[in-house]
Structure formats: structure tokens, C-alpha cells
């Protein structure tokens, strides 16, 4: 299997005899070619794992969840403990996910350099066929292992469609928008702060996160570089470009990398793929979804289905990430209304003075924002309660749902603290013109995690959803100057708890200052004398 282009590889390379030469070591072969290391490889309690001198390199978990790093001298795993990458495909289709192991192999060859490991299973619901193939490859001049993933999935057509329950659909051509199918989503080993808090490891949850950013090249020379924002594109209907670019897929011999100036990184390389590839972040963990666009044909167009992908994995030294980044054009993700977010932190009063988009790159993964829920969501520059900032809701038509700014980085894995069983004070100055509804303050403690995809107190045809879930503050109408509303909540068990700032009817609102203060712990209701 091919590793990545040679002048890419070149880079690389020279970047680690110049981190070897700045620390003292030298430059002679012997000294930049390190012999095969001692690998073993074993099978136990249906996985996989490859140990370097007893230490953990790759596993391959229920020989489904992989993770694997470069050398055990460093933490940069691609895969996490806690999240291996699922090798089943369309992880996220209820349908057709999972896969069923039906065997496992390995090889270990010290002469070639290189050691093997091979599943072979199938999906749980029809009939089907998963294989993968994960090569290790020594680079001695680096001292460490690269990586090479290959798989395939074929079943029945009609078996797909029959089961899967993920219609996701790409950019329309010619009126007819393809349909994708997800082959590999990948966690990040301390690439967010919410990965890090979640880390098994309670040592690392204090730990800052790393990669600055993520990169990408279709032809290893140019290269565009996007910051790592913890924004959702179900919210308010965009293009939100650092999430996904539908626009400009990637083909084989497509780079994309995920960088970090002090500690190296990863870069990829599409060697093979069945249809051009769409690189998706997660919002919450920036964990990487690589989708297939257009890889599922018609309906009855043709009798099986067969989908195949290759991508390589070399890690990057901290000099070489250094230069990339430097050299990388930012993505425009500045312009438009997409990113005009305020930040959002639990512990500090809102007063939106400052977006999203007007921090570094650098630093937009250590903050979180304000969601709005459609275009008449925006920040107001000019009117504020005691500075010239605020968010507003501007409506001109009715309509049955309510429009509204949400917080939903409330708990424990976004902010490490727990919230169940506390009660907390929200409160907010609030300003309306010839609203025709309540304006008002709410929360929700929702009972599972998908429903960030909604962000709201009703449904279109203005059904609460959820009715037991919610609280909400006194309500304002009308024309009114700046107000204080105030509730209390109790926070939910779930750390999936949601604020929002909302807007029934026509008319405009204005909400500044917004605060949520600790109470304390829920007191115990009293007993009978």
C-alpha cells in the first residue's frame, strides 16, 4: 500500500532530522535510521493490539474500534480510549450500523518493516461483507510508525436500502442531490476540551487541548487551514464551512491534517476511494466523519453495492506543522452571518460584545457560543442596556414556533462541572418593541443527547415539545424599555441542560446581560413533624 506523496514524505522527513539536529543529535545514517523496533502482536478477549516493548501502539477493540498512535513516547492517538473509530461503516445510520466480526488475522514482518492486521466481518441486519486492513509501516529515519487503512463494504443494493434510515443527501446537480454514506469517523485524542474532560484517563481531563487547526490540500503544495468551532449546523440554516465544505470535496490524493505547532500532528492522504470525500467535524468533540458523496447509486440501478476506501496516516513533526499553517490560507468563515455568535461561558455574564468571529483561530476551540435559531436572530451593535451590544429577535411574519438564542454547553462535558441536583439563578435585562407575544427566558434538561439538533421550546406547528422539560421566566410583551427577568432552574443529570432566550409572535426583542448564578445544591424537601 502506498504511503503519502514523496515530496510530502521529503518534508517530513527533513523536519525530523532538523528536530533531531536541534536537540543535540546528528545527522549521520546511523543515527537517523532507527532499527525495527521490538513488536508484538496479540489477540485476547476478541480484539487486537499491538505492543512496542509492552507498550500499547494499536488496538483494535472487539476488532471493531481502532485507535493507534505514532511511538509510545507521545499521546498524539488518532482514536481515543474511549472513542476507537467504528469499523463497521455508516456509523451514525440506525439502520445499518454495527458490523458483526467474523474473523481476525495478523502479521508481524521486522524484515519488511511492517506489521499487518486484517478483520473480516458483516453488517448485523443482511447480508454483507466488511473488510479492513490496517498496515503499519516503520520510517526509520523518524523513528516511529505510519499508518495505512483500507476497507471495503459490499452487500446487496436493495439490502441498503431497506435498512438504512440515513438518507443524507449532498449538493443538487442537475436537480438530483447524491446520496452519501459515512465510512470512518474518527476521534481525536485531546483535540477538544470536551474529549479531554471525557478522557478515562482523569489526569489528561485538566490537560489543554491540542491541534490549532485543521488543514487540507488537494495536491500537497496549497493549502487552506480552519479553525475548530463548537457550533452545530442543524441550528440556523448555513454553509458553516468549518464544520464541512460541500462544495470543494476531496479526491484520492487529498491531504487533510489536523496540526499542533509544539507537539506534531497528523496528516492524511486519500490513496483510493469509491467517490470524492466530504471531511465533517463533529461540534461537540471535533471527531472527523469522512463521508463518500454520491457513492450510493439509484434504486434498482444496478444489483450490488461495492465501496471501497483507502487513507494514510504519517505524523507530522512540530517544525513541519509550524510551516504548513504558516503557509495555509484561512478558510473565509468570517464573512456572512454564520459565525456572527456571541460567546457563551456559564461562569461570566453574556453581554455580546465579542463573536465567534472576532477571536484568533487559535483560540476559538477554548470558547463556546450562542445558537441562533434562524436569520431573525443577530447581534445588535448599536443597542445595548449599558453599552452599545445586545442580542436581538426581529419578526415581521407569525409564526406558530418561537425564534430564539440557546446555550447548550451547560455540565460536566463541556465546563467539567457538575450541575444534577443544583439550582441556579438565570436572569437577563430584556427590551421590546411592538411584540405581539411573550418574550421570555427558558431551560430544558433533556432525557438524551440527539437533541441538540433542535434547540427550541416547540415544533413547527407550535407544539411544546416536551412539556415536562421545560421551565420558563415571567414574560414581556408589547413595547417595553429595559426590563429584568429572572428564573430559577434545576439542573438536569444528563449535562445536556439548554438556556434559551426566545420570542413569540411579531415584533423585536432585545436580551443583554445575561447571567446564570449558582445556588447551591437542591435543598431536601422536609418530612412530616
Not at 525530523?16 to 537517523?32: H, K, Q
Request: charged residues 25%; neutral net charge; contains cysteine.
Amino acid at each position: 500500500m502506498p504511503g503519502l506523496a514523496p515530496a510530502l514524505l521529503a518534508a517530513l522527513v527533513l523536519a525530523g532530522c532538523a528536530a533531531a539536529a536541534s536537540s543535540g543529535g546528528t545527522l549521520d545514517s546511523a543515527a537517523t535510521k532507527a532499527a525495527y523496533p521490538n513488536i508484538q502482536i496479540r489477540e485476547a478477549d476478541g480484539s487486537s493490539r499491538v505492543f512496542w516493548d509492552g507498550q500499547l501502539l494499536v488496538e483494535l477493540k472487539q476488532n471493531r474500534f481502532m485507535r493507534f498512535r505514532a511511538t509510545p513516547l507521545d499521546e498524539n492517538w488518532v482514536g481515543s480510549e474511549k472513542s476507537g473509530a467504528d469499523l463497521g461503516w455508516t456509523e451514525r445510520d440506525e439502520g445499518t450500523k454495527g458490523m458483526v466480526v467474523l474473523g481476525a488475522s495478523h502479521e508481524n514482518d521486522p524484515a519488511r518493516g511492517i506489521f499487518v492486521l486484517k478483520v473480516r466481518g458483516k453488517k448485523p441486519q443482511f447480508d454483507s461483507r466488511i473488510d479492513v486492513t490496517l498496515t503499519g509501516t516503520w520510517m526509520p529515519q523518524a523513528g516511529k510508525f505510519k499508518y495505512s487503512l483500507w476497507t471495503r463494504f459490499q452487500c446487496p443494493l436493495e439490502s441498503w436500502y431497506e435498512h438504512t434510515k440515513f438518507f443524507q443527501r449532498g449538493l443538487a446537480v442537475d436537480g438530483k442531490a447524491p446520496l452519501w454514506t459515512e465510512v470512518l469517523d474518527y476521534c481525536i485524542e485531546g483535540v477538544s476540551i470536551p474529549e479531554r474532560l471525557g478522557s478515562p484517563d482523569r489526569a489528561k481531563r485538566n490537560e489543554p487541548p491540542m491541534y490549532e487547526w485543521f488543514v487540507k490540500s488537494h495536491d500537497g503544495q496549497n493549502w487552506q487551514k480552519w479553525p475548530k468551532v463548537h457550533i452545530p449546523y442543524p441550528v440556523r440554516p448555513g454553509s458553516y464551512i468549518t464544520i464541512r465544505d460541500l462544495a470543494h470535496p476531496s479526491g484520492v490524493g487529498g491531504y487533510y491534517g489536523f496540526l499542533d505547532k509544539a507537539r506534531g500532528g497528523w496528516m492524511t492522504r486519500i490513496e483510493k476511494t469509491s467517490s470524492p470525500v466530504i471531511f465533517e467535524l463533529c461540534w461537540t468533540y471535533f471527531d472527523v466523519h469522512a463521508y463518500l458523496q454520491g457513492a450510493i447509486p439509484p434504486r434498482n440501478s444496478v444489483k450490488d453495492l461495492s465501496l471501497e476506501f483507502q487513507q494514510a496516516f504519517e505524523p507530522v513533526e512540530a517544525g513541519r506543522c509550524r510551516e504548513i499553517i504558516e503557509q495555509a490560507a484561512e478558510i473565509p468563515w468570517r464573512t456572512g452571518k454564520d459565525y456572527r455568535l456571541p460567546l457563551f461561558s456559564m461562569d461570566k455574564e453574556s453581554r455580546f460584545d465579542k463573536l465567534i468571529c472576532d477571536l484568533p483561530g487559535e483560540e476559538t476551540a477554548n470558547h463556546y457560543v450562542w445558537w441562533a435559531s434562524s436569520d431573525e436572530c443577530d447581534r445588535d451593535d448599536a443597542v445595548g442596556f449599558d453599552d452599545h451590544y445586545s442580542v436581538t429577535i426581529k419578526r415581521d411574519k407569525p409564526s406558530p414556533m418561537p425564534a430564539g438564542w440557546s446555550a447548550g454547553t451547560l455540565g460536566p462535558c463541556f465546563t467539567g462541572k457538575r450541575i444534577g441536583n443544583r439550582r441556579f439563578l438565570l436572569s437577563a435585562m430584556v427590551k421590546t418593541a411592538n411584540c405581539t407575544g411573550p418574550v421570555r427566558l427558558a431551560h430544558a434538561s433533556p432525557p438524551n443527547e440527539v437533541y441538540y439538533a433542535r434547540f427550541k421550546t416547540h415544533d413547527r406547528d407550535g407544539t411544546v415539545l416536551e412539556p415536562d422539560i421545560w421551565t420558563y421566566s415571567p414574560s414581556v410583551t408589547g413595547t417595553v424599555d429595559w426590563t429584568p427577568i429572572s428564573m430559577e432552574f434545576t439542573g438536569g443529570r444528563g449535562g445536556r441542560d439548554f438556556v434559551v432566550l426566545e420570542q413569540h409572535g411579531t415584533g423585536q426583542s432585545w436580551f443583554d446581560n445575561v447571567k446564570i448564578e449558582d445556588l447551591g445544591p437542591v435543598k431536601p424537601e422536609k418530612g412530616p413533624p
